[in-house]
Every structure is written in C-alpha cells, then in structure tokens.
C-alpha cells in the first residue's frame, strides 16, 4: 500500500458534489486506486475510486479542458 498526500490540492468533481483532492491510496494492481476528497458542500472527508473522480484543470495555469475532444 502506498499514500501520497498531495502538496498542492487538485480541484475534482466527484458523485457527491465539487471538492479539492488531498492523497490518493495505492493498493496495489487488484484495486483502483482511493482518492481522499474534503467536499466543498459540507467539508466533509470522503473516499473515492478513481474512476468516480473528474479533475478540473486550473485555468490560471492555462489549463483547460476541451469539451468537444470527448464528442469524437
């Protein structure tokens, strides 16, 4: 098993609402990997598999996602 916490947050969007991303859990090759999330709602702290996890990319970095890529 591997934890990683993040030193720079990542903005997600998960099932339960918008939050910021803080570690992710590696456990190894049988398992997606675990995302810890503090919701933006409620604050509350919430585990999530990775394929349950949009990341939003920071457009002050110039990061910006292209909608119609996806439509292809």
């Given at each position: 098993m591997?934890?990683?916490?993040?030193?720079n947050p990542i903005d997600v969007q998960t099932p339960l609402g918008y939050g910021k991303a803080i570690a992710w859990i590696d456990y190894g090759t049988q398992v997606n990997t675990v995302w810890k999330v503090i919701l933006y709602d409620n604050c509350m702290?919430?585990?999530?598999?990775?394929?349950?996890?949009?990341?939003?990319?920071?457009?002050?970095?110039?990061?910006?996602?292209?909608?119609?890529?996806?439509?292809?």
């Open positions: 591997f934890i990683h916490e993040l030193k702290v919430r585990n999530f598999y990775d394929d349950d996890i949009l990341v939003h990319p920071n457009k002050m970095d110039g990061g910006e996602i292209d909608l119609n890529y996806f439509k292809k």
